[in-house]
């Protein structure tokens, strides 16, 4: 009389309650493209700030002085900092895919260690770049 109606496995369809509940593990080149997306959208996002103090700073030199002024505060360091990793590790990772387009590390092992490079590459430079914000040297 009543009939049990069963679903049929989806295979390859992952929603993002999947991925971030689900006990899904992504592999570090997929984490990698993500971030790849993310630091594009970021720097996208941050467009206008960017062009708001360049436009500023080439206004005179007063305007300049209050710029300099304005940006020696922490909460903008630390916007500024995000602002040149995401440059950063978009340009390695684009490298990355540049590559891979090429058909060079297609393989898993070294699209780990590629992915490994970028971000190594990209934290390490972003590093280098909060001391020298910062005041260290």
Sequence with gaps: MSEVVRKKPRFGVMRLS???????RLPLAGFVSI???ASGM???????????????SLTSE?????????TSGV???????????????HFSAGIRHLLMDLHVGLDKDSARQSAVAVLC?????TLAVALKLFGVF
């Design 62 to 70: 007063i305007s300049f002085a209050v710029l300099q002024k304005f």
């Design 121 to 125: 590459v990209s934290l390490s430079l």
């Design 35 to 37: 971030l790849h997306r």
């Design 75 to 89: 909460f903008v360091k630390l916007v500024i900092l995000a602002l040149t990793w995401a440059y950063l590790h």
């Design 18 to 24: 999947d991925a971030v509940f689900g006990g899904y």
């Design 42 to 56: 970021l720097m996208f996002v941050l467009l206008p700030f960017i062009l708001y103090l360049l436009d500023n």
